[in-house]
């Protein structure tokens, strides 16, 4: 199942903490998540790699990048 | 897929430039900088407060021209990678009051997180208490963090919004470049100076002005935080920051030993008081402050010149907050605390609590 968070214009850590707690909520196995800085998009990556996902794309879309991670 | 990955976020890089501004440090003390105060942001606010005026503490008045650097060269960088996003619009006067209490905390200890380690590097035993109380407050700060703290969204906002910090220390820099220090005297212009103390310990401008223009790029870049290195190891046990600070503190006492800068001890020491209870308090105040405003004093610099104006606002609030530290007699000398600094703590800690545990909304 695949789960869609909005964290754009949240500040450090909160997008970082809303995918974690997406992850551990337990019933998705991909998410998409929207954020608007470079530094989300990096300190997601890092995040999700300690919990056993990745990051399988990062799409660029009106100012603003959806990150995909999936379940490994 | 974005074009570029950013070469500056793997951990290599953070310990490199967490190096680079740790002997930047320690150098610009050489050069002339306070001693064990090579760059400390909340310090240099608070120097910027009295060249303005907006207190007038004599020895503590000089238009810091490495402030200026962070901000204008994180806008560089941001402009160079693409990364400019005005914004604004998450709680802008929650973080004004923020700032003026984690700069009021800041100055109990004598110090932000920067020269916490700084005076750690040259070997002030009592910035150990410091840290802890920066811990200590970062740890309060999580605990609500995890309960759904949060100031809310920004909004994307007008490019020149978000010029709008990194044009005020261009003003700043101008006014330094038009009315300069005179020897001796404790005005030039419309700014003041120190003529003794802290205030009159500086690098020459240039070479403060090249430093902080490299740091704010490299910090920009790497997303370097002396709090997120703290706040990350304990809440997602997650180092990569800590390795960025750990760095910075291992690079300034190496340079510290080279160039005869490291005088271990807890009493004497440069721009410090030995008061453990309150070297802990104020930094749990300031820690505080910094975990809810979501960085430290330098990273809301950075974050400035990026285009943030919600951090521009917490830098602000800072410079407010240094001149009502030193005007109600809050601040901390090397003789102890000032007369009002314990109930400021005391305020200060009760007002972030109460913003902690009000301001919670479910986001996602």
């Known amino acids: 199942m695949s789960t869609t968070i909005d964290a754009r214009g949240l500040s450090c850590p909160q997008p970082v903490l809303v995918t974690l707690e997406a992850i551990a909520e337990g019933s998705a196995d991909r998410l998409e998540i929207s954020v608007d800085t470079d530094t989300a998009v990096e300190n997601i990556t890092r995040a999700v790699k300690s919990k056993g996902w990745a990051v399988s794309g990062v799409a660029e879309k009106d100012q603003c990048y959806v990150v995909t991670v999936v379940k490994e | ?364």
């Not at chain 2, 920009?220 to 390795?243: E, K, N, P, Y």
Request: charged residues 10%.
């Open chain 2, 1 to 364: 897929m974005k074009a570029m990955k950013n070469i500056f976020a793997g951990k290599w890089s953070i310990i490199v430039v967490g190096l680079i501004i740790g002997v930047i440090a320690s150098l610009l003390q050489k050069f002339g900088n306070p001693p064990n105060m090579g760059v400390c942001v909340a310090c240099f606010e608070r120097d910027i407060a009295g060249a303005l005026g907006l207190h007038r503490v004599a020895v503590v008045q000089y238009m810091r021209p490495e402030i200026i650097g962070f901000v204008l060269g994180s806008m560089i960088a941001a402009y160079a990678f693409r990364e400019f996003r005005p914004r604004m619009g998450s709680a802008p006067i929650v973080r004004f009051v923020l700032g003026v209490f984690a700069m009021i905390g800041g100055l109990v200890f004598l110090g932000c997180p920067w020269r916490a380690l700084l005076r750690l590097a040259g070997g002030d035993g009592n910035a150990i208490l410091g840290i802890l109380g920066l811990t200590l407050g970062i740890w309060i700060g999580i605990l609500f963090l995890k309960k759904g703290y949060n100031l809310g969204r920004t909004q994307a906002t007008h490019t020149a919004a978000g010029w709008m910090l990194p044009l005020i220390m261009f003003g700043f820099l101008i006014l330094l470049l038009v009315f300069p220090a005179i020897e001796g005297e404790a005005r030039s212009g419309v700014l003041f100076y120190s003529t003794a103390g802290p205030g009159s310990m500086k690098a020459p401008l240039l070479i403060s002005l090249a430093a902080g223009l490299l740091i704010g790029f490299l910090a920009q870049r790497s997303r370097f935080c002396t709090m997120g290195a703290v706040r990350d190891l304990i809440l997602f046990r997650q180092t990569h920051l800590l390795l960025g600070a750990l760095a910075l503190l291992a690079a300034a006492f190496i340079t510290n030993l080279i160039v005869g800068q490291f005088n271990p001890g807890f009493t004497g020491q440069p721009v410090a008081h030995n008061l453990h209870f309150w070297n802990v308090a104020g930094m749990t105040l300031a820690g505080l402050a910094f975990a809810l405003a979501g960085g430290c004093p330098g990273r809301q610099l950075f974050l400035s010149g990026e285009g943030d104006g919600d951090a521009a606002v917490f830098v602000l609030g800072m410079i407010a907050g240094a001149a009502i530290s030193h005007n109600f007699g809050l601040a901390s000398s090397p003789a102890g605390i000032g007369p009002y600094g314990a109930q400021a703590v005391a305020i200060g800690l009760a007002v972030c609590l109460f913003i902690g545990f009000s301001m919670r909304k479910r986001i996602a």
